[in-house]
Structures are given as structure tokens and as C-alpha cells.
């Protein structure tokens, strides 16, 4: 009976284990930042490594260091082949950082037989790392396929926002484990749902899950809960399409349309900085739309059961801060399970309109979405 393979480790794991490995010393010859077998690559963990590789470097003291961009117009070959090939007058170590690598590989695939000598060379540099991106010419290949004895090889693919089958909750997720992890490196505690909340509200990108961190780790506290997210992206593009999820539930019809006169005028600004285009918030709302409908549906289901709404709330995995409580409860005393079924079915129409009809001005499908949704018994616009 052949041995069970090995189950991979998810990326961030991944990333925490190797950074600490760059931090302690215990690196390899050879170094490869190889693009993931199937899915987009994760550029932000090679960022990092690169970083602590860099500090790493200048904290030996006695070190030379080749620092290069392989994609940049100013990359030579003559260069790294000098390197590679002589020994330093000036230090006894050497070590070789070499970022968008595939682009130089393109143009002189030699250099993959260059490195692969030198890390099996008694002078070659005593580290190199090489971070060859979304290349397929023969010269990333051949670095790609290596089993040479001292290199080591790292895959890096986009974390998974959604949960796993057998955990449904929000802070499963890779995500959103990947984020409680960095933030518990940082000594701050993520409450239960706050994680997940994030991911839903930032995406899965590592880049912005970390700045939506650092906008909370600004807050000076040492425990974040869903409360507080909610709070730091407020007036943000996340906030908004949060606040036109929340109006469209709680039957405030007055809250909504005065939300799509904003975003008509102005557009939507992200906490990240970016600027979205009434056209572009389009996905972003409804979206978020149909997440709190989901939400609200779970809570709703287990009410029906016999549970609380704050009981019903926690089930369904979030925590029942006040705030959440007081939402919840606001959205129940207007929504049913019909109410429900129309928001979606309202929801499917305006995705059509927009994403296949063609409809240019997204907040108008939004409109029709609101005139549709609040029609019906015992909500009154």
C-alpha cells in the first residue's frame, strides 16, 4: 500500500514558516519562487520574503550582496554572470536577490544553468533566492522543473476567501485564517466573525487584507470585533455597499435611494484609496447585497426554529454584539422568507440587466432593484 501524499500547506502557513526560516538563517543554496501549478500566483508573499531576505543580508555585515530586477530595461547578464562566477574582494559572503526573474530568463536562458551550477558551486553565493513570476520560456522551465540537491522550491496561489465545505463559517477560510495569524504577530486579537468580516468586506487579496490590518491595528486596540470593522470602513466603498445592503433589508427605502444619489455624484472611494466609478460599484453592492441576505436567511431560519435572535445569530457564526443584535432584529421585523425571495429574485434581474442586457448606469438597475423590493406588505417607503 503506497504512503498517503502529503497534503500541501496553505499559503500563509507556508509563508510564516519560510519567513522564519529567512529570519533565522536556515536557508537554502537556491531558493525558487516558482508560479503555482493551477490558479493565479500570490505576489505578496514573495514581496516579503524578498524584504526579510534583503534585512537578512545587510545584518551580516560581512556580506556582498547582488541585489537585481530581472524585468527592469537596466538588468545585464554581464552582471549576474560576474557575480556568479568571482569571488568578492571584499567579503566572504555572498548572496543573490533576483525579482522578475522570468524576463531576464527570456531573453538569456543560460542564466537557469548559471544558477543551478552556483548553487552547487564551493564559491558560489552562500544564499540565493529568485522569484521567477508568470514566465514559460525555457529558461524559467528549466528552473521550475530542477530537483537539484540544495534548491528549494515554493508555490504561492491566492488565498481561498470562501470556507471549507465541512466548516461553513466566515473565519474558516483561508483567508481569514491567514489574517488572524498576522494579526496575532502584530498582538492583536481578532473577535469572533471580525476576520471573516474583513475578507468579505477587503477580498482575499494578502495586499489588501494586510492593509485593512494595519487601518485596525491604527486604532490603538488590542481586541477588534465586527463593530469596529465596520466602523474603520464606514465612509469607504466597502462601508457604503455594507450601509445599501443593511437599507435594502431593513425596508429603508428613503436610506437607499439617498445612498444612490451619493454614489451617482461621487462614486464610491475604497479604504485602500482607490476610487470606484458608479459603474464599477455596481458589483460591489450587490454583492454585498446578497451576503447580508444569506446572513439574514441563516438568522431568519433558526428564529422559525424556536432560537433567539441573538442565539439565532451566533449560529449562524457571528457574534452578537449589541450593534449586530439591534441590526438583526431591525431587518426581522421587515423581512420574511417571501420578502427574501423577492430581494433575490430582484437581485438575479438587476445582474442581468447590467452584466447581459448591457446597461451602462448600474445605480439605475439599483433603483429599479429598491422600487421592487420594497413593495411588499408591511413596509412602508
Same mark, same amino acid.
Given at each position: 500500500?503506497?504512503?498517503?501524499?502529503?497534503?500541501?500547506?496553505?499559503?500563509?502557513?507556508?509563508?510564516?514558516?519560510?519567513?522564519?526560516?529567512?529570519?533565522?538563517?536556515?536557508?537554502?543554496?537556491?531558493?525558487?519562487?516558482?508560479?503555482? #501549478?493551477? /490558479?493565479?500566483?500570490?505576489?505578496?508573499?514573495?514581496?516579503?520574503? %524578498?524584504?526579510?531576505?534583503?534585512?537578512?543580508?545587510?545584518?551580516?555585515?560581512?556580506?556582498?550582496?547582488?541585489?537585481?530586477?530581472? /524585468?527592469?530595461?537596466?538588468?545585464? =547578464?554581464?552582471?549576474?554572470?560576474?557575480?556568479?562566477?568571482?569571488?568578492?574582494?571584499?567579503? #566572504?559572503?555572498?548572496?543573490?536577490?533576483?525579482?522578475?526573474?522570468?524576463?531576464?530568463?527570456?531573453?538569456?536562458?543560460?542564466? =537557469?544553468?548559471?544558477?543551478?551550477?552556483?548553487?552547487?558551486?564551493?564559491?558560489?553565493?552562500?544564499?540565493?533566492?529568485?522569484?521567477?513570476?508568470?514566465? #514559460?520560456?525555457?529558461?524559467?522551465?528549466?528552473?521550475?522543473?530542477?530537483?537539484?540537491?540544495?534548491?528549494?522550491?515554493?508555490?504561492?496561489?491566492?488565498?481561498? =476567501?470562501?470556507?471549507?465545505?465541512?466548516?461553513?463559517?466566515?473565519?474558516?477560510?483561508?483567508?481569514?485564517?491567514?489574517?488572524?495569524?498576522?494579526?496575532?504577530?502584530?498582538?492583536?486579537?481578532?473577535?469572533? &466573525?471580525?476576520? /471573516?468580516?474583513?475578507?468579505?468586506?477587503?477580498?482575499?487579496?494578502?495586499?489588501?487584507?494586510?492593509?485593512?490590518?494595519?487601518?485596525? *491595528?491604527?486604532?490603538?486596540?488590542?481586541?477588534?470585533?465586527?463593530?469596529? +470593522?465596520?466602523?474603520? +470602513?464606514?465612509?469607504?466603498?466597502?462601508?457604503?455597499?455594507?450601509?445599501?445592503?443593511?437599507?435594502?433589508?431593513?425596508?429603508?427605502?428613503?436610506?437607499?435611494?439617498?445612498?444612490?444619489?451619493?454614489?451617482?455624484?461621487?462614486?464610491?472611494?475604497?479604504?485602500? /484609496?482607490?476610487?470606484?466609478?458608479?459603474?464599477?460599484? %455596481?458589483?460591489?453592492?450587490?454583492?454585498?447585497?446578497?451576503?447580508?441576505?444569506?446572513?439574514?436567511?441563516?438568522?431568519?431560519? *433558526?428564529?422559525?426554529?424556536?432560537?433567539?435572535?441573538?442565539?439565532?445569530?451566533?449560529?449562524? &457564526?457571528?457574534?452578537?454584539?449589541?450593534?449586530?443584535?439591534?441590526?438583526?432584529?431591525?431587518?426581522?421585523? +421587515?423581512?420574511?422568507?417571501?420578502?427574501?425571495?423577492?430581494?433575490?429574485?430582484?437581485?438575479?434581474?438587476?445582474?442581468?440587466?447590467?452584466?447581459?442586457?448591457?446597461?451602462?448606469?448600474?445605480?439605475?438597475?439599483?433603483?429599479?432593484?429598491?422600487?421592487? #423590493?420594497?413593495?411588499?406588505?408591511?413596509?412602508?417607503?
Amino acid at each position: 500500500m503506497s504512503a498517503a501524499k502529503r497534503r500541501q500547506a496553505d499559503p500563509g502557513s507556508q509563508f510564516r514558516e519560510t519567513l522564519a526560516k529567512i529570519q533565522q538563517g536556515e536557508l537554502p543554496r537556491l531558493l525558487l519562487l516558482v508560479p503555482p #501549478s493551477s /490558479g493565479e500566483e500570490e505576489s505578496w508573499f514573495a514581496e516579503q520574503l %524578498f524584504a526579510a531576505a534583503r534585512k537578512y543580508a545587510h545584518e551580516l555585515g560581512d556580506c556582498d550582496l547582488l541585489d537585481q530586477d530581472g /524585468g527592469s530595461p537596466d538588468f545585464r =547578464a554581464e552582471d549576474l554572470d560576474a557575480f556568479l562566477q568571482s569571488s568578492s574582494l571584499f567579503a #566572504s559572503r555572498k548572496v543573490l536577490l533576483l525579482q522578475r526573474a522570468g524576463k531576464g530568463l527570456n531573453r538569456w536562458p543560460r542564466l =537557469a544553468e548559471e544558477l543551478l551550477q552556483a548553487a552547487s558551486a564551493d564559491g558560489g553565493p552562500e544564499f540565493m533566492m529568485v522569484h521567477i513570476g508568470a514566465s #514559460s520560456g525555457k529558461g524559467a522551465q528549466k528552473l521550475s522543473a530542477t530537483r537539484k540537491k540544495g534548491v528549494e522550491k515554493l508555490r504561492f496561489r491566492s488565498l481561498y =476567501a470562501d470556507p471549507p465545505p465541512w466548516k461553513p463559517e466566515p473565519d474558516a477560510s483561508e483567508a481569514a485564517q491567514f489574517l488572524l495569524g498576522e494579526a496575532r504577530e502584530r498582538k492583536l486579537r481578532l473577535e469572533r &466573525g471580525a476576520a /471573516g468580516l474583513i475578507v468579505q468586506m477587503a477580498g482575499a487579496r494578502a495586499s489588501d487584507l494586510m492593509g485593512a490590518l494595519e487601518h485596525l *491595528h491604527m486604532l490603538g486596540l488590542d481586541s477588534i470585533g465586527e463593530e469596529e +470593522v465596520r466602523q474603520v +470602513v464606514a465612509h469607504s466603498a466597502e462601508g457604503t455597499a455594507f450601509d445599501m445592503a443593511d437599507a435594502f433589508l431593513c425596508g429603508d427605502s428613503g436610506r437607499a435611494l439617498s445612498l444612490m444619489r451619493r454614489i451617482s455624484r461621487q462614486g464610491m472611494r475604497s479604504w485602500d /484609496g482607490r476610487r470606484l466609478a458608479p459603474r464599477d460599484a %455596481f458589483g460591489m453592492i450587490v454583492s454585498a447585497i446578497a451576503r447580508e441576505r444569506t446572513r439574514t436567511a441563516e438568522v431568519l431560519t *433558526h428564529v422559525r426554529k424556536g432560537a433567539a435572535v441573538k442565539e439565532a445569530i451566533e449560529a449562524s &457564526g457571528s457574534r452578537a454584539s449589541m450593534p449586530v443584535l439591534r441590526r438583526m432584529e431591525a431587518r426581522l421585523a +421587515v423581512c420574511d422568507e417571501d420578502a427574501l425571495h423577492l430581494l433575490l429574485d430582484g437581485l438575479l434581474e438587476a445582474e442581468r440587466q447590467v452584466k447581459r442586457l448591457g446597461w451602462r448606469d448600474g445605480t439605475r438597475a439599483l433603483e429599479l432593484l429598491a422600487l421592487r #423590493s420594497f413593495r411588499r406588505p408591511g413596509v412602508h417607503s
